[in-house]
């Protein structure tokens, strides 16, 4: 009997161990780990992939550049590339070969399209190439190139595209865009932004309507482009009677088995976390329930494992990152706001102030379940992390 016991004790006590949470750099303005002193990372939303790399997005406090970093698993940082200071940089999208994705741009319009590999920065598309466009999207590598979302003209005159090309550039293939076909004839008005996967497949929120119909009456879908066609997930109630949405976040994921993940409104006005695919639409958890209290607007994230990372808010109004592995019923709450963290100078809690986010950003998603995540730590700055159950 005291043989069962011991086992049941250790069998519970490795049931809740703690997750195991390390530090990949931390900026501040007078130190820094992995980033030098005055950096600042500011609403980032870093990739990983599975060997562990981590990149994202930093600026700089002295000259107001904004940067991109990469840390190589089991390796320092290296500056993959500084901006002008009246330019901007979308985030960055990461490889399993350490490729680095990511586009520039001014209050103008794009400035260009870059791959970092192998120590080499490239820019794949320069301003003139972009001459068409009024705006061009985070990049995203798959098997045979990248992908991205862009936006021909301006104002009334705009139309959304999803592009794709090879891996160092060349043609442009449009894959999709505003006006074509969705469901009963229905067209596209609006793509929202998009989640695309390793085969140059996307997902995305689509309104439907005529050019230029807009209006949050109009009907949604939730649609998966790939080879054979336009195939839609889930409809909110303007789009189907029968449905039990009303609306859908503007942001999605896919996974490569055709998989998204997305955030929908009910009738009573609670979010809920969803698994959709051609098969079947599921509902994983609401607003009120296993202790969360709202679900964050942020996409939540999907790899091939069929894992979902998200954010929400807990019953005390704290962010926290949660963690739904294939086949679970409950989430495991990992880390967040308020949480005493370890860092390179100690110690320290991620911030907790109402009206301010401790956790900033998405979350990046690899293949094993390792989340990478960006936190505000009060004085000691901000730092990059990643979260492993």
Do not use: W
């Not at 949470?21 to 870093?46: C, H, K, Q, V």
């Not at 992939?49 to 320092?76: H, Q, R």
């Not at 085969?199 to 807009?214: D, I, N, P, T, Y």
């Not at 990152?321 to 308020?338: C, S």
């Amino acid at each position: 009997m005291l043989n069962l016991l011991v086992l049941f004790l250790l069998l519970g006590s490795h049931a809740i161990a703690a997750p195991t949470i390390t530090l990949i750099a931390r900026a501040n303005l007078e130190d820094g780990y992995r980033l030098p002193p005055g950096s600042f990372i500011d609403n980032t939303s870093p990739a990983i992939n599975d060997k562990g790399s981590v990149a994202f997005k930093v600026l700089s406090f002295l000259d107001g550049k904004s940067g991109v970093v990469i840390v190589p698993a089991g390796e320092e940082s290296k500056l993959v590339h500084a901006s002008e200071s009246e330019l901007y940089l979308t985030d960055v999208s990461l490889t399993s070969h350490d490729e680095v994705y990511f586009s520039e741009f001014s209050e103008t319009g794009p400035m260009g399209i870059y791959r970092f590999h192998q120590d080499q920065l490239k820019k794949i598309f320069s301003v003139d190439d972009l001459f068409d466009f009024s705006a061009v999207g985070m990049p995203v590598a798959n098997s045979g190139g990248f992908c991205f979302k862009s936006t021909r003209g301006s104002d009334a005159r705009a139309n959304r595209e999803i592009l794709c090309t090879g891996t160092t550039g060349g043609e442009l293939k449009k894959i999709f865009g505003e006006g074509q076909p969705v469901k009963n004839g229905e067209r596209a008005s609006y793509i929202f932004t998009p989640g695309f996967n390793g085969k140059g497949e996307f997902a995305a929120k689509m309104r439907l309507g005529s050019r230029g119909e807009f209006a949050e009456e109009r009907p949604d879908v939730v649609a998966l482009v790939n080879k054979t066609g336009v195939h839609v997930l889930v409809s909110d109630i303007n789009a189907d009677s029968a449905s039990k949405f009303t609306r859908f976040n503007n942001s999605v994921s896919l996974n490569n088995h055709g998989e998204v993940a997305l955030v929908a409104t009910t009738m009573d006005n609670k979010s809920c976390l969803l698994l959709a695919s051609e098969a079947s639409a599921k509902v994983k958890v609401c607003d009120g329930e296993f202790g969360i209290k709202v679900i964050e607007y942020f996409a939540p994230q999907l790899n091939d494992r069929g894992s979902l990372a998200f954010r929400a808010f807990d019953m005390y109004g704290k962010r926290q990152i949660y963690l739904f592995k294939k086949g679970d019923v409950t989430p495991q709450k990992l880390v967040g706001e308020d949480d005493l963290i370890t860092t390179d100078v100690g110690e320290t809690r991620i911030t907790f102030r109402e009206g301010f986010p401790g956790l900033s950003g998405n979350l990046g998603l690899n293949g094993l379940d390792q989340i990478v995540f960006h936190a505000i730590l009060g004085e000691s700055g901000a730092g990059i992390f990643v979260v492993q159950d």
